[in-house]
């Protein structure tokens, strides 16, 4: 892989590569640009009310990111500038891109997912379950699933038109992050220390993989699942075939957000409490490299992805 261990670059590169993430940083209230190949620092852009979600967008060429304290979305280009904004509310939260066209939005507050189309202009709007937090869709944009924390489920509609399919409840309590991979959605159960599969179609529990201790969200790479432990630092490292448990490896304090690289060959972790950006190997699950960020990355959310046109 063509990564180096980097420390804490303080200045913006004027070169924009192809391959990128796009990292909240609550506490510091920064989003931070990053380029995957080299591991520059490419644009810190402040963004007010402890941006936390993000989905970044490579086919319309653009980021989304969540202001937890206000519900203020904000749109960033490629080059980390912010080209609109609009008031959510408080309890937006949660955002993953359609892949038809606009944005799926989460309400913790008022228990709904909303879908923005490309102007922001709301589409649609449905009831999901109680404190819905991560939102993923389908390749096709024709399933879009909530994890509904507090009903213990997670929540399935059809990504046209909102129509509820199914409900389903999840191994664990408090379902957090929500991953699309291989025909199913998968969630970190927060208190349950699990990850749940869910089949779409079915509409029912399909199995689980034990994980460490407080898993917050879940990446595949390399042919391998790989989950965020919050409170013991690590990754849980599974096959999706199986689900067994392969391994568990350190990565440093507190990681939330966990990102794929888009050639497919490793993930990117953002580590809460060190500060830090990490690259592991999916092959050989080896630390490729370290990049320090301003205080509090989350990263919740698609945050990783290759621009179309450069």
Known sequence: ????????????????????????????????????????????????????????????????????????????????GVKASRNL???????????????????????????????????????????????????????????????????????????????????????????????RFWTADVQGNSLSVIDPVAGMLAGQVATGSHPYAVAFAGGRGFVTNQYDGTLTVFDPATLTVQDEIAVGDYPEGIGALPDGDGVVVANWESDTLVVVDAETLAITAEIGLPSGPRAFGQFTGRQVSP
């Open 1 to 80: 892989m063509r990564r180096t261990v980097l420390a804490l670059i303080l200045s913006a590169s004027p070169a924009f590569a192809g391959d990128l993430a796009f990292v909240t940083s609550q506490n510091a209230e920064m989003v931070t640009l990053v380029d995957l190949q080299s591991g520059e620092v490419l644009a810190q852009t402040p963004v007010a009310g402890k941006p936390a979600a993000v989905a970044y967008d490579p086919v319309a060429a653009r980021a989304y990111v969540m202001a937890a304290d206000t519900g203020r979305l904000y749109v960033l280009d490629e080059r980390g």
């Open 89 to 183: 509310g408080e309890g937006a939260f949660g955002l993953a891109a359609a892949p038809q066209g606009g944005l799926f939005v989460t309400d913790w507050f008022a228990a709904r997912l909303i879908h923005l189309d490309r102007n922001l202009q709301k589409a649609w709007e449905v009831p999901t379950g109680a404190a819905p937090a991560g939102v993923a869709a389908s390749a096709d944009g024709a399933l879009v699933a909530t994890a509904d924390r507090d009903d213990d489920q997670v929540s399935i509609f059809d990504g046209r038109t909102g129509a509820l399919l199914h409900r389903v409840k999840t191994a664990g309590p408090h379902p957090f992050g929500i991953t699309w991979h291989d025909g």
